[in-house]
């Protein structure tokens, strides 16, 4: 199954109602059991550290964090074996990036392949077992932990085709004058006014 960046949540819908879209729990002549829905919704929130969600909530009033785990938890409820997922840390924070990495690691130990595609260094790093470098949309290498070099400068190389001796070279360049600024600009949830997105103090 693949998650992809953009997720395939409908955000009108319920939490239960999403985790089994497309798998819904019928009795009988094809009517939905929701009792059965959100006891087994209940139980998939659980594997993904999302027992204390409201099962009734709608999606929208949740943040893309929270989302993100809730589509792997759609996908345990499919008995998955193979799961990819493409740049899934692209929009979260670094804690719900620990979060989801950790998920990884156990879906592994419960005989769930993930495949991971990322531009994250350090978390490709932190989850992955072997790691393929594509570049021009070609294979270039692949690097496996145990018995190949795992660090970032080394999968950089595979990435641009040779060392890099200052990966964050300094910058001389003179600040000049202001053209544009933007003070205490805040933007909040358009369907839960109480939740804050955006803080700004000053933006240039």
Same mark, same amino acid.
């Given at each position: 199954m693949i998650i992809h960046q953009e997720l395939a949540l409908s955000p009108y819908m319920s939490v239960a109602e999403n985790v089994f879209l497309g798998n819904e729990q019928t009795a009988v002549r094809g009517v939905i059991d929701w009792t059965?829905?959100?006891?087994?919704?209940?139980?998939m929130l659980e594997k993904v550290g999302l027992g204390n969600e409201d099962?009734?909530?709608?999606?929208?009033?949740?943040?893309?964090?929270?989302?993100?785990?809730?589509?792997?938890?759609?996908?345990?409820?499919?008995?998955v074996e193979l799961l990819i997922l493409d740049e899934p840390t692209a929009a979260l924070?670094?804690?719900?990036s620990k979060r989801l990495l950790d998920i990884m690691l156990e879906l592994k130990k419960h005989g769930i392949t993930c495949i991971?595609?990322?531009?994250?260094l350090n978390e490709i790093s932190y989850v992955a077992d072997s790691i393929t470098v594509i570049r021009d949309g070609k294979t270039i290498e692949t690097l496996e932990k145990g018995r190949d070099e795992f660090t970032e400068d080394r999968i950089i190389? &595979?990435? #641009?085709?040779?060392?890099? @001796?200052? *990966?964050?070279?300094?910058?001389s360049c003179e600040?000049?004058?202001?053209i544009f600024e933007v003070r205490d600009w805040n933007v909040y949830h358009?369907?839960? &006014?109480? #939740?804050?997105?955006?803080? @700004?103090? *000053?933006?240039?």
């Open positions: 059965l829905t959100r006891k087994k919704a209940q139980d099962l009734n909530a709608p999606i929208n009033s949740l943040g893309v964090g929270k989302q993100q785990l809730i589509e792997i938890a759609k996908a345990m409820a499919k008995k924070n670094d804690e719900e991971i595609i990322s531009h994250k190389k &595979g990435m #641009v085709g040779r060392e890099l @001796t200052n *990966r964050y070279p300094e910058r600040i000049g004058d202001t358009p369907t839960t &006014g109480s #939740v804050r997105l955006l803080r @700004t103090c *000053r933006s240039m």
